[in-house]
Structures are given as structure tokens and as C-alpha cells.
């Protein structure tokens, strides 16, 4: 069975084809479990991390691109991992860029699949940013969802195509809303979030880091280690789990940025606690005010996804599977 | 100003028509009310009911070319109202052009008005249909949308669209989620719902129709004529009386299909009654059975839009506006 899976150059996507590899077998149509004989992993540029396993062939290329992705999923692809998008700040930034890769791309990446005629799995990376507007403290499954960013409307959009897609036969799909992911590995980046990742990683390198926001700020988090057990999960449960709603919160480990500095104090010690400076942005101390704070997410729980146990758990998280070695 | 008017040739777009004919003005870009000198009616057929005011230009053609869209949306339109789609049935039957027509028209007619650089009022007709899956007994305004149709998907997409643009400040943009239109005039046609006109307004003819479901069925029902001055209203009202949210379930009588019959028998006595067979047609019934029932309206109503005040008064609005005169 051949598995597709776009942004795969990305941090999550490269853990992803990670795992498939090591797992070696994913669902078949028929649920059960079949040999991954080829990742077809591709993203717009290559990244040197990708495995370099007979398995994999990547391919550099626009996910909005028909011709590029029909020559991707080709018959034989049981499974697809749709993870390419461009993220929030960029969607803002590049309206038009925003809608040809987040929801043309996903348009692509859908019409290839339903034209197999084998209706594959499909694992669709939703966001978070699918909420705004008035949002209660607490997020429920019931939550309607209206964006107020224009990576949050893609997102949505992607969420009902995927639905819709499952409803008519053509692909049998999942969309997973995910929360913040942290600790990310690397570098900082452009993202309003990416302080929840660099007030970890950066005094765990010994190095000083400025965290933006107030420590009451709160947030939703998700580690990069159970983000991808998610997306295996939502892959390998059979149709009938989900019926015909196919969009799910994944569920969190719900902090404060205070608790955040708290859980490194305790796993890496007052000297580590003391390189964070708080000095808080007005703007993005704004951005982050209108994301959902606390997710009570029964349904995905229920399902057998799981949220980390603790903040302490998440930095552990990234010692373990991300953290550079010393020496 | 000019107004253009997408799907003009179907029955709200006519009365649409008509009523800004009537009216002269509408509300131009800072409120105040401005001269309607020109209205570009656009559909894929001409209707020979068009009104021949020598301000009235019709277009036909497909709402989903650019070329078309961008030579109708020229400098000096202050005002679109977007009600062009493929109905549910349609959309339902012919996938792909349901998506071409429902969802790239819509982003056709966005775009075209994005590049005015005016930000000129939009109102986008939508629908009941952005409701499905497990739906509470009366849907409240905080109702998460789930749609089980791919007209649904569309209609949701579109409003998500909407909103989109008016964030961005390409459009002033309100989407209204419309009830069942009740009593349409006209014949029959193909739509799930037709039978809740039919019923009205075939006895009323003193001829002989078929109730395709039980009298315990229920309905959100809203008059043409309630209806188009929902859309003025949309319309009129200053952007800040909308705020950041673009997307408003209209205000409904909800009432069950016996609840019709006997408004029927109220208004038009026994023998009009007499002329409604009950013969359950099982698929009708269950699509029927998958709609919305009742809506508690709340932030409609305290922006002004107004509900039918009973089924009687409805069907009365039938007898005075569209029904055909005898002699």
C-alpha cells in the first residue's frame, strides 16, 4: 500500500513519515492491517531530516498544483495524510496565497483521491484558528465554529470538504482540529505561538528567551508525540467510530503560561525558570487573548485520543524525542 | 448606484427586483440613502416576468465566469445581493457543478467585488441547509453547523467567505440563513420542500395535491414577502449593528404541516382542506425528518428582522401578493 502525505517537510510531517516507517503497516480499506510499501512524502522545498528509507520518495511541489498531486495519488494509495497548508500569519499576510494552498490545495489533494475510486483514508490537519469571535471560557464539541482569521475560515472549509467528500463515498476522511503543538523542536518562527515552544526549548538550552505574554495568558496544549499518535489514531479507527461526523477537537493539556514556567522550574530547575524574561507584547499578548484557553474535548477522549497528562509530561515529551544532545 | 443581483430570474430574485425598483434607493456606502440608477439582473435564463423599468439590464449567464461577473461588477456598484445557486436537490445530484456554481461563483462574485476596492455591501443568501447531523429539537443561534448536503457545505462555505471578506475590508458583507420559503408561487418543482407550498397554494386553485408527509411533520417557514424584506434589511443596516459577525439565522413561524392544513381550513374554509391528500412518500418524510424544526431566532429578532406572525398570516401574504386573480 502506498501512503501520500503532504507538508511532509514540515515538523509534524517528517515525524509522521517517522512513524509510519517504524510502524510499518497502517488500515486497509477493509481495516485491516496492511504493508506501507512507499511513502510518497511531498511539500513545496525538501528538508536534509527526511529518512532517507527506500520507502520514501519525495517530491518538491505545490499542493495546488493538479497535475503534481493526480501524479502522486495514483491507484494503490490507501492512505493520505493531508498536512500542507500555509500557516496563520502567512494566510494573513497573502490572502490570495492562503486560499489557492489551504483550500484549492485541499481541493486537489480531495479530487485525487475521490478519482482513485477506492475512497481512501484521509487525515486532515485542522486547526484551532476554526474558532473566534465570542468564545466561551471553556470549548466544548458544540462550539460553532467562526473564524476570525483567514487560515481559520480555510481550515473550516477543508473540515466541510472533508465531510462532504466522506458523505458522498469518495474518500472515507477524519479532520483533526489540533491545539497549540509545544514543545516544537528547532527554531523559533513566525507564528503568534511560537513563545509556548521557545519558553521551553531555550532555557533548556541554557539560553535566555523573552516570553511576550502575560503569565495568566492560557492556552490548549498538544505535544508533537501525541499529535502524531492523533493522527495514526484518527487513520486506523474503522468508519463506523466516527459515523458521519468527521470533524474532532483533539483534547489538551490546558495551562497558563504561568504553569508553563512552573512545569520547566520543576523539570530543569530555578536556573532554567530564570532565563525567561517577561516583557509582554501588546500585539501578541492581543493575538493570543482571542484563542480558546480551556478545551473540555469528550468526544475525542471517548474515542481513545489522548491529551498529555501534564505540562511537566509535555516538557519531558521534548527532552526524550527532540531535545539535542549534549556532547 | 448600481446594484447588481445575482439568480434574478428565480423567484426572490424577481420580487428583489421589483421591491428596489419600488423603493428608488438603498443605503450607499456611509448609510446615507442613495438613487438606485441602474440594477444588472444576472441569471443563466432570462425570466419574461423581469420588470422592463428602463433601469433594469439583464445578463444571462454562468455566475462562475469571471469574465461575465467582472464586466457586471464595475465601478459604481454599491450593492450585490448574491442569491445565484444550484438548489439542494441539484447540488445533491451533480456534485461537481454544485461546487462550481455554489462555491467558486460565490468566491467569483467576492472577487469581483474585492477588486471594486470599495468594500460594497454584500448580502449572500444561505440557508437552513448549513444545519445536519444530531440536531437539538430548537436551534439556537449558537448552533455549531454541520451540514449533511452538499448544498449545505456550500451554503456554509459561502458564509464563511462572507465573513472572511468583511474582515479583510473587501466587502461589507451579511450572509442570511433562510427558512422555508412558504407559499412560493408557481408550479412544483423539484426541491424536497416543494410540498409545503403545494399544499397551500394548489387547494387554494380548488385543486386536488398530495401531503408527501405526516401532519406531525414540523417547519421553519418564512413568507416571500418577510424574506425579501429580510434582505433590504440586511442591507440597510450599518455594518457596526452586524459587527464581526456576518452570519444570521432568519426568524421563522415554526409550524407542523397539520398546523398548514388547518391554517388553510381557517382561511379558505373546509373545502380547500378537503383538497390535501395525506399519502407519506417515506423518502421525502425522512429527508423532512432530518430538517430543522423550530428556531429561537433571538439575535435576529433584536436586529429587527421580522417572522411571519402566524401560518395564516403567511398564506394571507400569498392571497395578496402572488396569487394568480380569478376572472
Redesign the interface.
Known sequence: MQVVITGAAGMLGLKLVRKILDKGTLAGPDGSQVKVDRIVATDIVANPAMPTDKRVTFVAGDVFDPALIAGLITPGTGSIFHLAGVVSAGAERD?DLGYRVNLDGTRVVLEAARKLGSAPRVVFASSLAAYG??LPDVITD???????T?YG?QK??GE??V??YT??GFIDGRSLRLPTIVVRPGKPNLAASTFASSIIREPLKGERVICPVDPSAQMPLLSPRLCIEAFIRAHELPGSDWG??R?LMLASVDASVGDMAAALKRVAGQKAYDLIEWKIDPMIAKIVAGWPKRLSSKRALAMGFRADPSVDALIQAYIEDDMPKAG
Chains 1, 2 share one sequence.
Open positions: 490572502f469571535g465570542d458544540e462550539q460553532k465554529l467562526t473564524p476570525q483567514s475560515c473550516v472549509m466541510l470538504l465531510m462532504d458523505r458522498k458521519w461526523n470533524q
